[in-house]
């Protein structure tokens, strides 16, 4: 069992920025590729970005692509997600999501590669 513990999230204005860290208990967390998935009210939750073991490969969902950006340290075992000129459409919870695989699933932008979830944490975008 892998422990994913989201944080970061909160209330921001339209246009504005919030970093959201992933910390995942996993020995092997250096080694496995790692995602970003949302879940807007009344939505199914959506894929937002992805990031290989290394950090040399990531993906993004169309509809964030320009604005955030995916990272990863993996001395701290942690990934970000950096959020730059939110919209209020941004609002949602915000999962992080492991796999098993080195690189990113072909089907990455399904929820089935992802083998553990955090609790997930609230962004809310609105003035």
């Known amino acids: 069992q892998v422990h994913v513990v989201e944080s970061g999230g909160g209330l921001v204005q339209p246009g504005g920025s919030l970093r959201l860290s992933c910390a995942a208990s996993?020995?092997?967390?250096?080694?496995?590729?790692m995602a970003w998935f949302r879940q807007a009210p009344g939505k199914e939750r959506e894929f937002a970005a992805a990031?290989?073991?290394?950090?040399?490969?990531?993906k993004y969902a169309d509809s964030v692509k320009g604005r955030f950006t995916i990272s990863r340290d993996n001395a701290k075992g942690t990934v970000y997600l950096q959020m730059n000129s939110l919209k209020p459409e941004d609002t949602a919870v915000y999962y992080c999501?492991?796999?098993?695989?080195?690189?990113?699933?072909?089907?990455?932008?399904?929820?089935?590669?992802?083998?553990?979830w955090g609790q997930g944490t609230q962004v809310t975008v609105s003035s």
């Open positions: 999501a492991h796999t098993w695989e080195h690189t990113i699933p072909a089907d990455s932008e399904e929820t089935s590669p992802w083998n553990f």
């Open positions: 990031i290989s073991w290394s950090g040399a490969n990531t």
């Open positions: 996993d020995g092997t967390f250096s080694s496995v590729a």
